[in-house]
């Protein structure tokens, strides 16, 4: 059946965005994943279908209502639905590649992408919500969360990426940063190949690239290396 996304938004047109084109584009044309965008505000009421409010206590911007995003999460996503439902959120857990990895081994996802400052916290409770940061920084809004989270578990869904070896080497799926990559010309304003790449010999290139990756990840991302360490022991 595929990965199926819904995704809850007060900007539907910013999907399928970059998602439409390459890799991504042809998967969801072929079926591997679809990509179902809803307005939020289908599910307000009243006269000006409000779906925002002024913040209990005070203080600046807006909040989404939990009752008109309780009534989109319970249409898109009822009972017996075991596709996660997740909230993007710069207070989440910051997304890694296993968890793009076990998302894209389950069903789907329901994503909510917030707007204005947050979601009523009330909504989050009662639905359940995974809150998921796409890093440490604060967005606009939650759609280019969503749409660079669905960039991520969509080429490792089987058969989107086109080389099947492509991938077990990347960035962090070893714990590591990947190592340098090099292509013709052979000479580039005097930088040359690394001899060992054009050698020919298959366990030289892998030994140089393994101590590439090490050096790179110690150099830019210690953090990584201590977590790997936590991770061999556990
Ligand atoms: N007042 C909030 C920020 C709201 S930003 C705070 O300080 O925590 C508006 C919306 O953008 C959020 O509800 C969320 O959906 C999205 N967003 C912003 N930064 C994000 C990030 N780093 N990761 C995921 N979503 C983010």
Known sequence: MGFRATVLTLYPEMFPGHLGVSLAGRALERGDASLEPVNIRDYATGKHRNVDDTPAGGG???????????????AVSPEGDTRPR????????PLTQARVR???????????CGRFEGVDQRVIEARNLEEVSIGDYVLSGGEP???????????VLPGVMGNAESGSHESFETGLLEHPHYTRPQLFEDREIPA???SGNHKAVEEWR???SLKLTRARRPDLLAQRKITDIG
Not at 148 to 155: G, K, Q, T
């Open 102 to 112: 076990a998302l894209a081994d389950g069903p789907g996802a329901m994503i909510v």
């Open 196 to 198: 060992v790449l054009t």
């Open 210 to 212: 393994e101590a590439e």
């Open 86 to 93: 997740l909230l993007m959120s710069p207070r989440g857990r």
């Open 60 to 74: 600046a911007g807006m909040v989404l209502r939990s009752d008109v995003l309780a009534r989109a999460i319970d």
């Open 145 to 155: 969360a969503a749409l660079i989270l669905l960039d991520a578990v969509i080429r």
